[in-house]
């Protein structure tokens, strides 16, 4: 379940790089890792 987690946090830098599209930070609730997660979404 961390390996999961360790790989959604190591793309977000990916998305973090696009300077034109609008980036939207949402929390929600992970079942499989038992915990609130944040999730970095892209609007273009």
Do not use: E, F, H
Not at 25 to 31: H, I
Request: net charge positive; glycine share 2%; hydrophobic share 50%.
């Amino acid at each position: 379940a961390s390996a999961a987690a360790a790989s959604s946090v190591r793309s977000l830098p990916k998305i973090a790089s696009s300077p034109q599209a609008r980036r939207i930070l949402t929390v929600v609730y992970d079942k499989s890792l038992g915990m609130m997660r944040a999730i970095d979404r892209v609007v273009r």
